[in-house]
């Protein structure tokens, strides 16, 4: 994948993520918001903070939650980030942690 398909692809999942989190957020205690091409996703109780941000040179997107950094890749069979061990896609591993951060199921 070139450095522009990556940026185009690692822009659109993160766009794509934060139009999700809007709704979601409106039904769960957590605010969301898109900075400098970071996502970021804050929680007052506990008090948390996940960041979701492209890292170019290698290509992945990785997301930071839980004390972890979670590697995703570009799959275009699933034409998704998914995170290799798991198999989630971007929009299934935020929703996993979000619901993990609030102790409600959160789907995105």
């Known amino acids: 994948m070139t450095e ?3 940026q185009d692809r690692s822009n659109a999942a993160l766009a794509a993520l934060y139009k999700k989190l ?6 769960h205690d957590f605010e ?3 900075n400098a091409g970071a996502l970021s996703v804050e929680f ?3 008090k ?9 040179p290698v290509r992945q997107i990785w997301v930071s939650a839980h004390s972890r ?12 980030f998914v995170h ?10 935020m ?3 979000i619901s993990k951060q609030i102790g409600e199921t959160v789907e995105l």
Do not use: I, Y
């Open 4 to 6: 522009l398909e990556f």
């Open 22 to 27: 809007g709704p979601a957020s409106d039904k």
């Open 32 to 34: 969301s918001d898109m």
């Open 44 to 46: 007052e109780e506990p």
């Open 48 to 56: 948390a903070k996940f960041v979701v941000s492209p890292n170019s």
């Open 69 to 80: 950094s979670f590697k995703l890749d570009w799959v275009d069979a699933r034409e998704a």
């Open 84 to 93: 290799p061990d798991t198999g989630l896609t971007l929009d299934g591993l």
């Open 95 to 97: 929703a996993d942690a």
